[in-house]
């Protein structure tokens, strides 16, 4: 019996070596990161006469990001998430239409109504199934998009809220009509917003949402309170939403009611599925792509764009598993033997 053990022990311990050992996350910046993110630098310079156009594809890409946080990472399915981005584009707006026309506070401001919302909305998320959360969702989205609508002495309605007076970057930089000034005020929180999302995905909070959604049945047993991970996540992705929507009201100078509209939830998760899921620089290339695709094609047909969108839709679906970037990845480790196969 003895000798039994101490075999099957030996046999443990080959294995052992033999299989490498799980790799933690790595905080490190690679350099594939760096060149994506000096890429928006260089279309400024490149591509002087569509900032604006850049600007909105960066706070879309912002806004892409909240939704990967909590579909991508924790697994919870959302289809009116632009609820928060609506109340963060409304609040900046209203705060700047009644005299408060400062930016920095007013981008803090939509965040933190946004993230209320999502706090009190998420216990209701959380205690259902993928079903039971979609129905959730987008109830939650059709209220607050009718309450605005019916509410028009206070959000313009239909004509959306116009008259902001946003004021001064930091009491200098004032927002141009080229959109100098807007875009890297809009780059500045993108990367600082990023970098922070980047840090908590990869940290053991991080982690534990990746279990949650890989096996939420799984993470009690290891001491995991799923439904207060669930909430932290859902609240934090309502933040940034917000944070985007504020950040889009201040950039434009105007609020439409279509920011809390269903479209606009429905075309987030389209960018997810473009660039991919649970993986950050996902969405913001999903929504770099969409935004490109869809200002491209309209020019060219602007009344049947949107067959070519849901055509490019399902070519990713077929042809790349896991988004753009995960037929990247794929294409990769294709790559790799044939190189380690040459002398």
């Known amino acids: ?7 099957e022990t030996k046999t443990v311990s080959q294995a052992a070596r033999i299989l490498p050992a799980p790799k933690l996350p790595n905080d490190r910046w690679q350099p594939l990161e760096i060149v994506f993110w000096l890429l928006p630098i260089a279309a400024y310079f490149a591509f002087p006469g569509y900032l604006v156009l850049i600007s909105q594809i960066m706070i879309v890409g912002l806004f892409a990001v909240s939704l990967d946080l909590i579909l991508g990472y924790a697994g919870i399915v959302s289809l009116g998430h632009a609820a928060f981005f609506g109340l963060g584009a409304y609040t900046a707006g209203l705060l700047s239409v009644h005299g408060w026309g400062e930016p920095l506070s007013g981008l803090l401001a939509g965040g933190v109504v946004a993230g209320v919302a999502g706090l009190l909305t998420a216990f209701l998320v959380v205690r259902g199934q993928d079903l039971t959360r979609l129905m959730v969702t987008l109830g939650i989205g059709l209220m607050l998009f009718e309450a605005a609508n019916k509410a028009a002495f206070i959000t313009g309605g239909v004509d959306g809220l116009s008259g902001m007076m946003v004021g001064k970057l930091f009491g200098t930089f004032e927002f141009d009509l080229n959109g100098n000034v807007a875009f890297w005020y809009s780059f ?13 995905v990869k940290s053991p909070f991080g982690l534990s949402l990746i279990g949650i959604r ?5 993470m009690p047993s290891l001491g995991v309170n799923v439904n207060r991970r669930l909430v932290a996540v859902f ?4 933040v940034i939403a917000g944070l985007a929507g504020a950040l889009l009201a201040q950039t434009t100078q ?3 009611l279509d920011s809390l509209g269903f479209p606009r939830s429905a075309e987030l998760v389209i960018m997810l599925v473009l660039g991919g899921t649970g993986r950050l620089y996902g969405a913001l290339v999903g929504a770099a792509v969409f935004m490109l695709a869809q200002d491209y094609i309209a020019g060219l047909n602007p009344t049947y764009w949107q067959f070519y969108i849901g055509l490019l839709l399902v070519l990713i679906v077929l042809f790349a598993r896991g988004g753009i970037l995960g037929g990247l990845e794929r294409l990769l480790q294709l790559v790799k033997p044939q190189r380690k196969e040459q002398p």
């Open 214 to 218: 890989e096996g939420v049945r799984r």
């Open 235 to 238: 609240t934090l992705g309502a």
């Open 1 to 7: 019996m003895n000798a039994f053990v101490e075999t």
């Open 254 to 256: 105007f609020v439409g």
């Open 188 to 200: 500045a929180v993108l990367f600082i917003v990023f970098a922070v999302l980047r840090r908590v």
